[in-house]
């Protein structure tokens, strides 16, 4: 699926769990990406550190059409543009970065940017939403702390968060939450995406 910033923005703050795939094992990486989309999730993160990353990223949304699919880790804006070639909906980097963000503004493509600090989330809280990495740095009470001074900014806690904890997050005001490959450690996973749709929707109502 490809869509506007807007509808990807939708899609990530319905689905309250945004999946990060790092594995450099090819046929792990199938696998986990097949039992996310038989679960039922809808936006998935790959990462730049995955071999052949930008292939994988093409190969997955040809066959997954229904599923939004980003790159990760992206940090420089020539990653950033094989990203979008290969089909990315959405760009996330660690930390700000101003020449990607300039890189990709006549694309309309949603980029999730990094940061920490307040300082740093300040600085990229203009696209109306921000990663914050490490989340575990600081944990729920930074994250609601964060929230008065990022008025509007929707916030993403990504780093040492894993699936048991999503709903700690989530009640802290995360609008999605990400994780690893601890997601793939839980066996209700149907399940677990389930609970997490429901308790943003009623975030939502």
């Keep these: 699926m490809t869509g506007s910033k807007e509808e ?17 094992d090819p046929s792990r990486l199938r696998d986990q990406v097949h039992r996310l989309h038989e679960s039922g999730a809808k936006v998935v993160e790959l990462t730049t550190s995955i071999p052949e990353g930008e292939a994988r990223l093409a190969e997955f949304t ?35 970065v101003p020449e990607v963000r300039h890189a990709v503004a006549g694309s309309g493509t949603l980029l999730i940017e990094g940061g920490h600090t307040p300082g740093e989330l300040a600085s990229v809280a203009g696209a109306g939403i921000a990663k914050v990495f490490p989340a575990h740095v600081g944990g729920t009470r930074y994250l609601r702390s964060l929230a008065p001074v990022l008025p509007g900014c929707r916030l993403v806690p990504s780093g040492g968060i894993g ?23 839980v066996d209700d996973l149907a399940g677990h995406f389930a609970a997490a749709r429901e308790q943003r929707s009623e975030v939502e109502r």
Aim: aromatic share 8%; net charge negative; charged share 15%.
């Design 8 to 24: 990807v923005l939708e899609e990530l703050g319905a689905a309250g769990i945004l999946p990060v795939l790092r594995t450099s």
């Design 62 to 96: 040809e066959a997954m059409p229904d599923m939004v699919w980003g790159m990760g880790t992206v940090t420089e804006p020539a990653v950033a543009e094989r990203a979008l070639r290969h089909g990315a909906s959405f760009l996330v980097s660690p930390y700000p």
């Design 163 to 185: 699936p048991g904890q999503v709903p700690d997050w989530l009640a802290a005001g995360a609008f999605a939450v990400a994780v690893g490959s601890e997601l793939f450690g």
